[in-house]
């Protein structure tokens, strides 16, 4: 990745073979290279600065054809060609310039500026979804003040490989944790799920979080786990997604003066395995995110939460005391619809008891 490519607060958005223009017959002379959902082959790949992950997400840049080549006796090599097509399908159908001041002339593209445009829309939603604020009754989302880092955490939140990381093994022959780390370079965090974004539903719940941490500091979180998962040797995922403003110095060849993290989850309460992204490549941005999945038991304690620390370090330079980092912090819990479908209620419900628990006066003899 190049700049501004390998920005270290921005969101990278790279593309995916993917558009609207459904199932297209093509003649002998064209040629469908790219499977579709897989990164596109004109999308740049990563690592990025410091080996931090980027591209950070992938999105729908529409599909791209090519000239089938006109192969020279004794030639070793040949130049693939883009079909140029402006008119035609495939790609994403675009507001174009018309001749005779026509306002109804499209045109078919291709591009990472689509998937970033096609982000932004989502982006947008989901400040929409923050300011119109919580249910009656539910504790208050974040102040505004947060709102940008938690649009940042929860478009990070939605992404995942999904089946394109076993593709890619079989493909080219990877294996192993080094598998991971290449993988990480080329997949980022994966493809956004737009369903699941500003969304929970019966069989997940999704909490979010914003604050402002100093040097040295650490805030512990206490995510309420739904009991309906305790002791059932059942499939289940926690996600927990980082994202933070870093302060940066053009003086240090990370940029980054100061980095935030969470350490996993306690093993025993999760019951599952780290999946996708490589972690340290994961705490190399300023975006930290990182799925746990398993179908063991989960084993809760007597509160039946799971701590999760946001910690805050020096990274090449010190952050001044009393100057602060700006953080979002999105976890989700889920399972299958067939072992429950009451995740959301019973950790919303558990919610409301621990913020009314902690909100409760002391009394003193």
Known sequence: MLPPGDALNAITVGAIHADEAGVISLPDGVWDLNDENMPAHYSAVGPG????????????????????????????????????TPALAPGSKVAAPARGGSLDAVAFTHGTSNATALVTR?????????????????PAFPDPLYHPVLVKALLVHSSAWGDKATHLRE????????????????????????TRLGHAATNRAVLIAGGSIEREQRHTYRIPLPQSLSSKPEWH????????MAPTSG????????????????????????????????????????????????????????PIDVECMKDGSVLKKGNTVKYGLVVSVETRVETSTTIHDEVRARL??????????????
């Not at 997400?57 to 883009?82: K, M, N, T």
């Not at 989502?122 to 539910?138: H, I, N, T, Y």
């Not at 409301?352 to 003899?365: E, F, L, S, V, Y």
């Open 251 to 306: 003086q240090l060849n990370r940029y980054r003066e100061t980095k935030l993290f969470f350490r996993a989850p306690d093993e025993r309460i999760t019951a599952g395995s780290r999946l996708e992204a490589e972690y340290r490549n994961a705490r190399r941005g300023s975006c930290q995110h990182e799925i746990f999945e398993g179908d063991k038991s989960m084993i809760f304690g007597a509160d039946g939460t799971l």
């Open 122 to 138: 989502e982006a947008s939603r989901l400040f929409d979804v923050l300011e119109a604020g919580a249910d009656l009754g539910d």
């Open 237 to 244: 995922r926690i996600t927990v997604t980082l994202a933070y």
């Open 171 to 194: 493909l080219l022959g990877m294996n192993g944790q080094q598998a991971r780390r290449e993988l990480s370079a080329l997949l980022g965090y994966g493809s956004i799920d737009t």
């Open 352 to 365: 409301k008891t621990q913020i009314q628990t902690q909100a409760r006066p002391r009394i003193q003899n």
């Open 49 to 84: 600065v410091g080996r931090s992950i980027k591209p950070d997400i992938y999105h729908a840049g529409g599909r791209v054809f090519y000239s089938r080549p006109v192969l020279q006796p004794g030639a070793s090599e040949v130049e693939l060609r883009p079909l140029r």
